[in-house]
């Protein structure tokens, strides 16, 4: 960084949280861009799509306009870097989730490094450390933020800086929608793996998947092969999560056919969920999303027994009958999706109800056709895992490479007029 570098106080470079003004110019009837925490996403997978009138979004929304820097502040969004730098908002006016920060920025700081700044390795770190709240709900305080020192060159030095930073995070970004493209194909990939093995196995195609096209494989409702399909807990959880203690599974954690935990963890204390035996899952219990994700099924691994859950359906196999494992393979093919979100209900809240699922038709062949299913099933699920934790060692190296080439260029490691990018994500390629 130049020797006209200087320590400053966000506070007095940008306004933190501020009014907006062209909001309260609106009329109620007036659209504005919306933006839900799934739409928040750096670089063009952000989405500016969708629309609310004014007084749908008067009161519970952050307010933005075009230019200011959006700042996740809620686990894990903050730490995975998806502050942006909102532009093209309808009317130049936009509400949105709550769990957002906003940052205006003044004349003495140029935007598109104010957004870079808060995207370095430094600032996360910091923030992560500022988090206050339970696990799993942890935010950053916007205090955070006013009292962030920033070490600011000159605004033609910024603006360097950010011509580089544009261009080099932009290639490395196309290398991660590839790779991401490539994880969508080998996740399809599995999706039609029931399909195959039930040929490779002697039963029916996917189009004879019905109750009315196959003999050979007796279809029968659901209540009659499962042992129990109950409801998760479905009470208030304002004050139910803790730091530590009994894994809380939800909606969001059922993704891809898997449990994805690690994404936002939440917990229960033991005597809590000791006290609802009903919910406690057990080794290859099938979970089954109710809403929002309708059709995502997971099975219950060794990590999650003893676990609670809440929005999701938990069936529970006659053993003599249904292996779990193809109930499981089943539902999260495409026949089996397709057959659940036929059964959702309420229109403005669409949701599967037990009631329903529990009298979903099945096809279901002797157990040694399910087993056969299975393991062919499951040849091909392993190596698409051995693929998919390939490209996501990719897509980690990358995004490392991404965060280090930011921190450093922002913090002056090196000369962005003499520097080259490519040379800086030397190994992005892989």
Known sequence: MSAA??????RHLAQINPGTPAFDRLNDDDELTFLPMEAVWPGSRLDVSQRRTKKAVTTGYTRFQDGDVLVPKITPTFEAGRSVLIQGLLGGVGAGTTELHVVRPGRKIDPRFLLH???????LKLGKAEMYGVAGQQRVPDDFLRNLPVSLPPLEEQRRIADFLDGETAR????TAATTAQLSLIRERESVAFTESVVRAGGPRLEALTPEDHADWPAMPLNRVLRQLTNGYVGPTRD???DEGTPYLQSLHVKNGEIDFARRPYYVSPKWAAERPRIRLGLEDILIVQTGAIGEVAIVGEDFVGASCHALLIARTDRDCLHPRFLWHALRSHWGRHALLREQTGALHPHLEAGNVRFMKFPVPSLRIQERVVAGTEAIARDA???RAALGRRMSLQAERRQALITAAVTGQFDVSTASGRNMTEGVSV
Do not use: E, G, N, S
């Open 117 to 123: 700044v808060v995207t370095t390795h430094t600032f």
């Open 240 to 242: 139910l999560f803790v």
């Open 5 to 10: 570098t200087t320590t400053i106080r966000l």
């Open 385 to 387: 895992r051995t693929i």
């Open 172 to 175: 490395i970004d196309r290398m």
